[in-house]
């Protein structure tokens, strides 16, 4: 899925949070899930692919990515728990 997007995931339900941005987001899930690089999701567990928003531009994307990862932890989960409210790997539903 060549579209830009941002993303967030998970180590586990309320768990720790990884919110990224990306242009290709089955290939980016995939290396997080995979643990191809040393980097903040490998080190704390984040496999969990538990959201996304597709977005025109990469100006857009990242914009959005920064907006909330400048926002409260608990509105980050509320994003989550709108569009997946039982914290379900989403990763198959784009593949």
């Not at 768990?15 to 643990?35: A, P």
């Not at 509105?75 to 790997?89: A, F, G, S």
Request: proline fraction near 2%; charged fraction near 30%; charge should be positive.
């Amino acid at each position: 899925m060549k579209q830009p997007a941002v993303y967030m995931m998970a180590n586990q339900r309320n768990g720790t949070l990884y919110t990224g941005v990306t242009s290709d987001l089955v290939k980016r899930v995939y290396e997080h899930k995979g643990e191809l690089y040393d980097s903040f999701s490998k080190k704390y567990g984040c496999k969990y692919f538990v959201f996304y928003e597709l977005h025109d531009t990469m100006e857009t994307a990242i914009q959005r990515e920064m907006q909330i990862k400048k926002g409260s932890r608990k509105n980050k989960l509320m994003l989550i728990e709108r569009i997946n409210p039982v914290w379900k790997d989403l990763y198959d539903d784009i593949v």
